[in-house]
C-alpha cells in the first residue's frame, strides 16, 4: 500500500457492508490510528441535500438517494485522503464499487446475520430496514454479499473489542 512520510495510506480507505456492521464505529477508531479524517457518508449526503437520509427517501426515493450517494462518493474520492464509511447499500452500485475500487481501499466487514439483525432491531435510523421481517432483511443481506465480495479485504467480525477489527485492517493493510 503506497503511503505518505507519516505512514498513512495515500488514498482513502472505504468500509463496506450491511447495515449495522460496525462501519461507523470501526471507521472513527481506525481514522484516529491513521490520523486520518473519519466521514459517514450518510452524514456527507445529509449535509450536502440539507435533509435526513429518511427525508431523501421519503422525498426522490431509493433512486434520488442513490444518486445523491454516488456523487458524495465522486467528491470524496476526489478529496483528501480518509476514512469513509459507506451506507449498506453504496457498494451495490456497480458504478460506485468500481469508482472505490480503483479510487480506494475498499474493506468489507462482515459479521455473522445474526449479530446484524440484533443491531438492527435495536435502530430506528435506517429507512431500508423499517418495517421488514427477518427474512426480508436476511434476503436483503444474501443478495448484497456478492457485491461486498468485490472488496479488496474482508474482515470477519463479530460483537469483539472494535479495536482488535482495527489493528486486523491495519495488519491487513501492511
Known amino acids: 500500500m503506497a503511503g505518505n512520510d507519516a505512514g498513512q495510506p495515500g488514498r482513502s480507505i472505504s468500509l463496506v457492508g450491511f447495515m449495522g456492521a460496525g462501519k461507523s464505529k470501526i471507521g472513527r477508531l481506525l481514522a484516529d490510528r491513521l490520523e486520518l479524517p473519519f466521514v459517514d457518508i450518510d452524514q456527507a449526503i445529509e449535509t450536502a441535500r440539507g435533509m435526513s437520509v429518511a427525508a431523501i427517501f421519503a422525498a426522490q426515493g431509493e433512486a434520488g438517494f442513490r444518486a445523491a450517494e454516488r456523487q458524495a462518493i465522486a467528491d470524496l474520492l476526489d478529496g483528501e485522503p480518509s476514512v469513509i464509511a459507506l451506507g449498506g447499500g453504496a457498494f451495490v452500485d456497480p458504478d460506485s464499487r468500481a469508482r472505490l475500487n480503483a479510487r480506494s481501499i475498499t474493506v468489507w466487514l462482515d459479521p455473522p446475520f445474526e449479530i446484524l439483525l440484533s443491531r438492527l ?53 501492511g
Open 121 to 173: 432491531a435495536r435502530s430506528t435510523a435506517r429507512p431500508l430496514a423499517a418495517g421488514r421481517s427477518e427474512s426480508e432483511l436476511r434476503a436483503l443481506w444474501q443478495d448484497r454479499r456478492t457485491s461486498y465480495a468485490e472488496a479488496q479485504v474482508r474482515i470477519v467480525t463479530s460483537d469483539g473489542d472494535p479495536q482488535g477489527f482495527v489493528d486486523e485492517i491495519v495488519a491487513r493493510l
